[in-house]
């Protein structure tokens, strides 16, 4: 398993790498970075504000002349040294391949720069919204995993019965509607909206609950909670528990289970000390995936709703101003730790099933 592990992690690099160079290359083609939002915000100003401040508090003064041949849209009236003072402040002055290698050095140093908008180091920013996102990532997906797992068996074990037809209506209901539709009906339902003021609808903790005992804080967080954890378990199950559904109905249709059968083992037997190892192999395999979906993307749409300011909603607003920093910032650090968990769902196969040698693969 070593030289495995060796092998991943020797991988890891250049698929790192590529994804990296691939986004930025893509960046520099799309229409309005931050030098072409700077040059509008400036515009917009007018008279009543004649300077833009950048980054470490230098200002861009606004005087007047022509700028007939620059680049950037929007630009026309500003004097040339306007254009390039800006360019300076976000680092622009610089060609492409120069600003790549820069952020690369930074990079392996952990050191994944400044916000352009913000002025704050892009670390600190992640690790501010880290809780809010992992709150939601990790208790959705447990429970997400705990509902789909044992219903997807029994409704395979009892397929075609009428529990089986009435969960696949609930199902594809799950499956039809995304998490963010079930959040608006949550917040309409429960959180004041037009009917219940049940939920609070914004934040992770109510307001001075930092004074409370820690107890106290546990059961707000909890309250608070409950609706944008619901909203994504109802958004998330129906995949899973058809997959659980279908890979064990493969499993129990084979070959080694009837003879298992034959051999006089028990129902409970054959169902868990046979078919669920060999199961449960593909449905491990998506964890990671399924992780990293929620934590990152999949709770966008839930953090804006339910005004959770976490990491979904600081790549969005990222890549809307163009926040390059910020944006490959954050790149970064979450396809870094996708590939690691990648790795670590290798080492869950082995522990499902020992049968599994990395080591054998050619």
């Not at 915000?41 to 007939?68: A, F």
């Not at 429960?190 to 546990?218: C, K, N, T, V, Y």
């Not at 109802?234 to 034959?262: C, D, H, P």
Request: hydrophobic residues 50%.
């Amino acid at each position: 398993m070593g030289a495995y592990l060796l092998r991943r992690l020797a991988l890891l690099v250049p698929t790192l790498f590529g994804i990296i160079l691939i986004n930025f290359a893509v960046a520099q083609f799309a229409p309005g970075g931050p030098v072409e939002q700077a040059i509008q915000e400036l515009r917009g100003q007018g008279q009543t504000m004649g300077r833009l401040t950048g980054e470490g508090g230098g200002e861009v003064r606004r005087p007047t002349g022509n700028n007939e041949n620059s680049g950037y849209r929007g630009a026309r009236g500003l004097d040339p040294a306007v254009i390039r003072e800006i360019e300076r402040t976000f680092g622009f002055d610089k060609p492409a391949h120069v600003r790549f290698w820069e952020m690369l050095k930074g990079y392996l140093r952990f050191d994944l720069g400044r916000s352009l908008f913000r002025d704050r180091p892009v670390w600190d920013l992640v690790w501010e919204k880290m809780p809010v996102s992992i709150s939601l990532g990790l208790w959705s997906t447990l429970i997400i995993y705990l509902v789909s797992i044992p219903l997807g068996i029994r409704k395979a074990v009892h397929d075609g019965s009428k529990f089986d037809l009435w969960t696949s209506a609930v199902v594809l209901v799950g499956y039809a509607i995304p998490g963010f539709l079930f959040a608006v009906l949550l917040v309409v339902l429960f959180a004041g909206g037009s009917f219940f003021q049940w939920f609070p609808l914004r934040g992770l903790l109510s307001s001075g609950a930092e004074d409370w005992p820690w107890w106290q804080q546990a059961l707000d967080y909890a309250w608070h909670m409950v609706l944008p954890t619901v909203a994504l378990v109802i958004g998330g199950f129906a995949g899973l528990t058809m997959l659980t559904k279908n890979s064990f109905m493969e499993e129990i249709g084979k070959q080694y289970v009837q003879t298992a059968r034959a051999k006089g083992a028990t129902e409970h037997r054959v169902l868990y000390g046979h078919v669920f190892r060999n199961a449960m192999l593909i449905i491990i395999a998506g964890f990671p995936a399924a992780f990293i979906g929620i934590l990152f993307t999949g709770a966008l749409l839930v953090e804006i709703i339910f005004s959770l300011d976490g990491l979904g909603l600081l790549g969005f607003e990222a890549a809307i101003r163009r926040d390059y920093p910020l944006m490959f910032g954050t790149l970064y650090f979450f396809t870094l730790m996708g590939l690691l968990m990648q790795i670590v769902s290798d080492f869950t196969y082995t522990l499902v099933d020992p049968r599994i040698d990395f080591e054998g693969r050619r």
